[in-house]
């Protein structure tokens, strides 16, 4: 490393005038403030290899291989009894969701029944699980690294900070998601597809589930998540405590999941969703007043 | 956005004004007062736990202060904070950087939360050429030295070519010449119009480089003015040493007309002179008078005369003894047998403070009392008695007087 040169003196700072600084005032919410909270958060997970592997894993395991392997086994392994047996337990599902069912065998009918009914827990988990893993240690981490000292002194907004941190913890859970859902749509269609008269999957409840009603769950927990990662003196503690809210919250989440896929009124989906996505606003508006600055120095009494 | 008007130039860029604030039970700040002057670079000296880095979180708002009052640019931090903030530049005593991530990219991060726009490469990579770390840009910053860390916290700190710069321990962690480098660049970062805040255990780095000295102990400012100012107003008379092969010579001296005091130790003889221009005729009465003399030298007295002076009055420590953890008080003064300026650090670790243990060679007010190891604070209320002059002719005797009488 060289030694400092000021030989090279300000004349190196003065910079083109494109990159002086526009001075936006940080009272009003600045979106671009957010968004830049959120990338460097981001681009710091994608360089922390331990952190994105296990997701990249969790996600293989909950949307391929654990769908593909039972599925496989329905459709592949032939008439015996543990299918006769799952194909007489459809039995207990509503109407409605029987007279979706499709399929003239019992195999097709069981993996079309498991493929599109049962695997909602899949959707729900592995979302919550990386995105509470990511907004646990997100605040309380800038603390213990020390940088919440340079956020604490920048022009950025609590709220653009505690907003940077909701959709930098939101986007690796729900983008893991999205293309794990994708790969499971494929996974089925090709496994239960010819089975069942063709590609079928995603069906609408399911769109609406991941579209509309996944979301403001994830959300809802995240917010709840940050308000603590704001608080508590460790990231270990943030990891157990996040655990105390994500788990009522992911019995919840399933529940309407499957309500909602097994239900016959879609439109009970959209106002259950519009009622998570009210619930959810109303969660991170409070949210924000728990990142203060005195929190991010470590201050706070 | 309502743009901050320009404050006249006399106007302080910064003001504290009785301004405290607690961290549980312990008070961080106590009623602290002080002013920036534009364009200078003012120093906040002061042993851990004085409350300097409390200090600048306020100024720039990140802290807002229980009490008192907090002007920055002449605006409100704490409600103005929008508007103070973006024209701050800091570097806290931790470089507070990004492992993760690379050099560039911490200092785009900056770049862009301080409203940046266009391509910042060149302008990102001026600034850590300014600072010696542009062939390191890219690599992460995980991997970086401390004094790497702390160059590239620098570079952070002027990219948004902030008015005023808040500077905790900014050498901490360099080698000597990037120490230099640095102050040197502080300087020039006056000259460009820009205002420094700086605060530092290194006495000698502050010597000659400030503008401006804040004393800080116990979350209160003792005293605050120019160096020169400051120094004028404890030592107001010139100092000379004199030594000789028989010291009892020079004890004549305590009367000649001129000599303001007089003190002798193994060392030879310390006077103060009513002026400087009397010494050759000093010294020619000493030779002619058959005095052999080995040692004549006119002392100005340097920042840390003046800062050791002024923690010994103010009843702290000299010897450097405090650990490194927050809010500490002031320690017994006086010297002990381990009062060789060793301390022991958060680590455990055993080092050589910043001056420690070294005794203030002028000493000025315990040579008027007598040779004590323990200097009478000059007050017992809450009122500093630094400001103003603290020391009269008046004050000294009085302070004699009694002291003969124990």
Known sequence: ?301 | MRAAPPLPDATPLVALDAVSHRFGDTLALASLSFEVPQNRITVLLGPNGAGKTTAFRAITGALVPAEGTVSTFGLDPDREGHLVRPRCGVVSANPALYDRLSGYDNLAYSAELYGMTGSLRPTITAAAQRFGIADALDDSVGGYSTGMKTRLALARSILHRPELLLFDEPTSGLDPESSHAVLELIREMTAEGRTVVMCTHLLSEAEGLADHVVMMEGGTALIAGTPDDLTRQFWPNPIVRLAAEDGEVLDRLSNWPGVAAYRRDPAGARLELDDLSRLPDLVAALVADGARLTRVEPHTPTLEDLYFTIRRQAGGSTAGRGRNGDHNGPTTPGAGPDDAGEETDGDGHRGRSPGGGRRNMLEPVAARWGATTETPPLWAGEQSPLEPAPATAESIAALEAGEAQR
């Not at chain 1, 959709?167 to 983008?175: I, T, W």
């Open chain 1, 1 to 301: 490393m060289s030694a400092l040169d000021p030989s090279i003196g300000s004349g190196a700072l003065r910079a083109p005038q494109t990159t002086a600084p526009t001075r936006t005032p940080a009272s009003k919410f600045d979106s671009h403030r957010m968004w830049v909270v959120a990338r460097t958060e981001l681009r710091q997970l994608l360089l922390s290899k331990d952190y994105w592997m296990p997701m990249v894993a969790l996600g293989a395991i909950f949307f391929m291989i654990l769908p593909a392997f039972l599925l496989l086994v329905i459709t592949r392994v032939g008439d015996i009894s543990m299918v006769q047996q799952a194909s007489q337990a459809l039995s207990v599902l509503p109407e409605a969701a029987q007279s979706r069912i499709q399929g003239t065998t019992p195999q097709a009918r069981t993996s079309y029944a498991l493929a599109v009914y049962l695997f909602a827990p899949i959707a729900i988990v592995v979302p919550l699980t990386i995105s509470t893993a990511v907004g646990a240690a997100s605040l309380v981490g800038e603390r213990e690294r020390g940088t919440g000292e340079f956020l604490a002194h920048s022009p950025a907004s609590v709220r653009e900070i505690y907003l940077g941190k909701i959709l930098a913890s939101f986007v690796p859970g729900y983008l893991t998601t999205v293309i794990g859902f994708g790969t499971y749509s494929l996974v089925v269609n090709l496994i239960v597809g010819p089975e069942a008269g063709g590609w079928f999957f995603p069906t609408t409840e399911w769109l609406i589930m991941m579209l509309w009603i996944l979301p403001p769950f994830l959300l809802l927990t995240l917010s709840l998540v940050l308000r603590l990662s704001a608080r508590v003196r460790s990231t270990a503690a943030a990891q157990q405590a996040s655990g105390l809210i994500t788990l009522p919250l992911i019995a919840v989440a399933y529940g309407q999941a499957s309500g909602t896929l097994m239900g016959a009124n879609t439109s009970t989906a959209w106002i259950l969703g519009a009622a998570a996505w009210a619930l959810a606003t109303v969660s991170l508006f409070r949210g924000v007043r728990s990142v203060t600055r005195n929190r991010l120095l470590g201050v706070a009494q």
